[in-house]
């Protein structure tokens, strides 16, 4: 008889068991949201490098967006113009672009051992929001390049290496345009330029050309030499630093050539890399 009433029990716990598994599969069926298709096609299209250069936490969330709100279709600045096409494409709307062109970021700053002055030695960690805490880093000129490399091991590409004299340096052909090492950079020396920009002024620095020259042999002394020598070339000086407006189509040779601090430099691959 108590066997009688377990395996009655049994019976009974099991059928309720599979009623309910029954129900909540109808349930998850009936109640289940479905997916839109087109959300799958734009993360397909989408380089899956998960930056967040877009703005959004990876490619899925962006493409989420993209199809349940209004956003922009071309903030993917790794995938470029012809996955923004792409996305158009699926999403059955005129692609229209909303930048000027690809930009990279830049170190502008050359200042390294032997070229500009050090306040104090630092062997703390090598991370340089750590030493900018200290006092601003360890450099007389508190608007340079750290050089600890913390821009260097944030890159999910690798395009940011030291060059041969041991300065950060950005390689604009690997560089995706996350902008990872902008926002990570403390001293704000890592700044965007134009992919096709010919020249940089490689110096940050706003002091006065008097206070430049005592700590830095290659940082900018607001001379305007290169205003005067390339007229044309989209130089202007401002709060004692020169910087470039690449709109101007200018030539910028003669100006970067003339600077007696030989600040302006080449864009392209370091030749020292």
């Given at each position: 008889?108590v066997?009688?009433?377990?395996?009655?029990?049994?019976?009974?716990v099991?059928g309720?068991?599979?009623l309910l598994g029954?129900?909540?599969?109808f349930a998850?069926?009936l109640?289940a949201?479905?997916r839109d298709?087109?959300?799958?096609?734009i993360?397909?299209a989408?380089p899956?490098a998960n930056?967040?250069?877009c703005g959004?936490a990876?490619c899925?969330?962006?493409?989420a967006e993209?199809?349940?709100g209004?956003?922009?279709l071309d903030?993917?600045?790794?995938g470029?113009?012809?996955v923004?096409?792409?996305?158009a494409?699926i999403?059955?709307?005129?692609?229209?672009?909303s930048?000027?062109?690809?930009?990279?970021p830049?170190?502008?700053c050359?200042?390294g051992?032997?070229?500009?002055?050090r306040?104090?030695d630092?062997?703390?960690v090598?991370?340089?929001?750590a030493?900018?805490?200290?006092?601003g880093g360890?450099?007389?000129?508190?608007y340079?390049?750290?050089?600890?490399?913390?821009?260097i091991?944030?890159?999910p590409?690798?395009?940011i290496c030291y060059d041969?004299?041991?300065l950060v340096w950005?390689?604009?052909?690997?560089?995706?345009?996350c902008?990872?090492?902008?926002k990570?950079?403390?001293?704000?020396?890592?700044q965007w330029?134009?992919?096709?920009?010919?020249?940089?002024v490689?110096?940050?620095?706003?002091?006065?050309?008097?206070?430049?020259?005592?700590y830095?042999k290659?940082g900018?002394?607001?001379c305007?030499?290169?205003?005067k020598?390339s007229?044309?070339?989209?130089?202007?000086?401002?709060?004692?630093?020169?910087?470039?407006?690449f709109t101007?189509?200018?030539?910028?040779r003669?100006?970067?050539?003339a600077?007696?601090?030989k600040?302006i430099i080449g864009?392209?691959v370091?030749?020292?890399q």
């Amino acid at each position: 008889m108590v066997v009688v009433r377990i395996v009655y029990a049994l019976g009974s716990v099991a059928g309720l068991g599979i009623l309910l598994g029954l129900g909540l599969a109808f349930a998850a069926r009936l109640l289940a949201v479905r997916r839109d298709e087109r959300v799958e096609a734009i993360e397909k299209a989408l380089p899956g490098a998960n930056c967040g250069a877009c703005g959004f936490a990876g490619c899925a969330a962006y493409a989420a967006e993209i199809v349940g709100g209004e956003v922009a279709l071309d903030l993917c600045t790794v995938g470029g113009a012809d996955v923004s096409k792409q996305v158009a494409e699926i999403m059955e709307v005129e692609f229209q672009t909303s930048t000027v062109g690809k930009r990279v970021p830049q170190v502008h700053c050359r200042g390294g051992v032997g070229t500009a002055e050090r306040a104090f030695d630092y062997n703390g960690v090598e991370d340089c929001v750590a030493l900018f805490t200290l006092f601003g880093g360890n450099k007389v000129c508190k608007y340079g390049c750290l050089g600890l490399g913390t821009c260097i091991r944030v890159c999910p590409v690798d395009a940011i290496c030291y060059d041969a004299d041991g300065l950060v340096w950005v390689n604009r052909d690997v560089c995706i345009s996350c902008g990872q090492c902008v926002k990570v950079c403390p001293t704000a020396v890592m700044q965007w330029l134009p992919y096709e920009a010919d020249y940089l002024v490689a110096c940050n620095s706003k002091d006065k050309g008097g206070q430049v020259r005592k700590y830095c042999k290659v940082g900018c002394i607001a001379c305007k030499i290169c205003e005067k020598k390339s007229p044309e070339g989209g130089y202007k000086v401002e709060e004692n630093l020169s910087r470039i407006d690449f709109t101007a189509a200018g030539d910028r040779r003669e100006g970067a050539e003339a600077c007696p601090t030989k600040c302006i430099i080449g864009n392209d691959v370091h030749p020292k890399q």
